[in-house]
């Protein structure tokens, strides 16, 4: 499974590319685990690419396990990147303090 890696000091935010292998036009941001690159995202990613979806796995930093002050406008940056691959439609995906976060975006 292909992964391209952003850091917030180079790219504006921490997150994990994963991109699917047919050319789909349907991107999800996934909040999963405790790093952009964990099991818990890297396993979610590898489903959503099975089903033909690409996948930005984010999270505050690498490492960084609290969820307070994230500013949205990582999410703005991951999304114009998404964009340039090809995406059309967007989904978010979180789970415990991550799926407030998720309403968040979605609403945003």
């Known amino acids: 499974m292909k992964k391209q890696v952003f850091r917030i000091g180079s790219d504006g935010y921490n ?3 994963y991109p699917a292998p047919s050319g789909s036009k349907i991107g999800v941001i ?4 405790d790093s952009a690159e964990d099991f ?8 959503l690419n099975r089903q033909g979806i690409h996948v930005m796995a984010m999270s505050p ?4 396990y609290g969820h307070h002050s994230y500013p ?3 999410f703005g940056k991951a ?3 998404m964009r340039e691959q090809g995406c059309e439609k967007f989904g ?3 789970a415990s303090t991550t ?3 998720a309403l968040d975006v979605a609403l945003g």
């Not at 996934?30 to 685990?33: A, E, P, S, T, W």
């Open 15 to 17: 997150g994990a590319w």
């Open 30 to 33: 996934v909040m999963l685990g």
């Open 40 to 47: 818990m995202a890297s396993s979610g990613a590898k489903w």
């Open 61 to 64: 930093d690498k490492k960084d």
């Open 72 to 74: 949205l406008e990582r």
């Open 79 to 81: 999304l114009a990147f």
């Open 92 to 94: 978010v995906i979180g």
């Open 99 to 101: 799926g407030m976060m």
